[in-house]
């Protein structure tokens, strides 16, 4: 008998997990599965880093200590439908089937697998037009005279920011000090959170405070 778990998440924390369970139950039951552990992540909208319940399971699922998982939905399962696909893709290459009740997809049957396979297509496909997009991006700065790759740390960075506050443009400064337009304007709020950060220290009522603590 194949050991099998239930995973199911809510998107707010007044919300509860217990009708999401009894149809996974029913079809555990129906499909002769050996239920031996809950996962659960509560009030997480599914775009949050930290899902300990989804941690845990795939955790256990690397230990081999279930086959089947079955899941209300698609969207209870990833925070994304990227995350959707690497969790599926890490899941299949484990062995471990996927029941997901509200889409009726069963990835141990054959049209499952038809729909793993295109899992990984549209994963690869995601993969390819990133890329491309990336070597576009560089190609346009190249066509701009602005800098590709890792920006260098050989900045004069006063003499950056004065440029920028005198009035050259953001285009201009980065083409001057060979760095991109970010950079110029991460440079120049860093210098002015620096003189904030001094004014506040050195401003006579708490030179006055240091005096009197003296």
Not at 155 to 171: E, F, I, K, P, Y
Not at 176 to 201: I, P, T
């Amino acid at each position: 008998m194949k050991k099998a778990v239930l995973y199911g998440r809510t998107s707010m924390p007044q919300q509860h997990l217990k009708s999401q369970f009894i149809q996974l139950r029913n079809i555990a039951a129906q499909r002769g599965l050996e239920l031996s552990g809950v996962y659960s992540d509560f009030g997480n909208l599914g775009s949050k880093v930290k899902r300990p319940g989804i941690n845990a399971l795939l955790r256990d699922a690397r230990r081999g200590k279930f086959s089947v998982i079955l899941i209300d939905a698609f969207d209870r399962l990833a925070r994304s439908t990227r995350n959707f696909l690497e969790v599926v893709d890490e899941l299949d290459s484990l062995g471990i089937e996927l029941i997901f009740a509200s889409e009726a997809v069963d990835t141990g049957a054959p049209t499952g697998r038809i729909f793993v396979t295109m899992l990984r297509y549209l994963a690869q496909l995601e993969k390819s037009l990133t890329r491309e997009r990336i070597k576009a991006g560089m190609r346009r700065r190249k066509l701009e005279g602005l800098p590709v790759g890792r920006q260098r740390l050989d900045v004069n960075h006063a003499a950056l920011v004065h440029d920028r506050l005198a009035g050259m443009s953001l285009t201009q400064v980065a083409k001057r000090y060979d760095v991109s337009r970010a950079s110029v304007v991460r440079f120049v709020r860093e210098a002015r959170q620096r003189e904030l950060s001094a004014f506040v220290a050195f401003r006579p009522e708490t030179l006055q405070v240091a005096a009197r603590a003296a």
